[in-house]
């Protein structure tokens, strides 16, 4: 059966992620901005949880500030030496897409980095994430799934709720569950900056996707 002439000749380009719809299925790309690659310390030790915290901090201001997503952050770490394995930022809105929340873009990018669809154990190192804020249901899972054994957390949940983000079903035993499946879950680092990205969101208009 030929491809509808409608299918055929639909493009839609959103920089700077490009969708092309071929046929029935679309082909789907997203690339992350190159000032997060100047952000990026790539060649440094990020030793604490602080410094840690504060790269996804500044991924997310500049997020914001740069108008390229919404107000999050989110980098994984090789635990033992503290390098930089991948930095992601909330590219929901750019991309027309719902799932790319900042940690799912870390995410993705650490595990086409390493060449595994885990991050448990890969090469006998272990992984952790840093995020801006704390997850929102959907990356809560994704944290389980990623195989990272730790998560550190700036901004909480309620934090983004002000905003009127919806977070989704997450509950005190949403954290019990990581804790259980041997993730390590430490919460309130530099929490009041990263509430202050969010709030400098609000202050220019930024879109609330999602909101409850």
């Known amino acids: 059966m030929p491809v509808p002439a ?5 493009r839609c380009c959103l920089a700077p992620n490009r969708f092309t719809l071929a046929a029935v299925q679309p082909e789907i790309r997203f690339r992350v901005p190159g000032w997060v690659d ?12 602080d410094e840690r915290a504060a790269l996804a901090i500044e991924l997310a ?15 994984v770490f090789e635990s033992g030496t503290g390098r930089v394995v991948s930095a992601g930022i909330n590219l929901v809105v750019p991309a027309n897409n719902s799932s790319l929340h900042a940690e799912v873009v ?5 595990q086409a980095k390493l060449g ?11 992984y952790e994430v840093v995020t801006s804020c704390e997850p929102c249901a959907m990356c809560l899972g994704a944290t389980l799934w ?6 550190v957390c700036c901004a909480t ?28 879950v430490v919460r309130g680092i530099r929490g009041r900056e990263a509430r202050a990205v969010m709030e400098t969101y609000r202050e220019l208009d930024g879109v609330i996707y999602n909101a409850t």
Do not use: C, H
């Open 6 to 10: 409608r299918y055929r000749a639909r």
């Open 38 to 49: 100047e952000t990026v310390g790539w060649d440094r030790i990020y030793s604490t949880d």
């Open 61 to 75: 201001r500049r997020n914001v500030t740069k108008r390229t997503g919404g107000p999050f952050g989110a980098a």
């Open 106 to 110: 870390a995410f993705m990018l650490a």
């Open 116 to 126: 595994s669809y885990s991050l448990a154990g890969t090469e006998g190192r272990r």
């Open 146 to 151: 990623s195989g990272v054994q730790r998560i």
């Open 157 to 184: 949940g309620d934090d983004a709720r002000d905003l009127a983000f919806d977070e989704g079903p997450v509950f005190p035993e949403s954290w019990s569950y990581l804790e259980d499946r041997g993730i390590e």
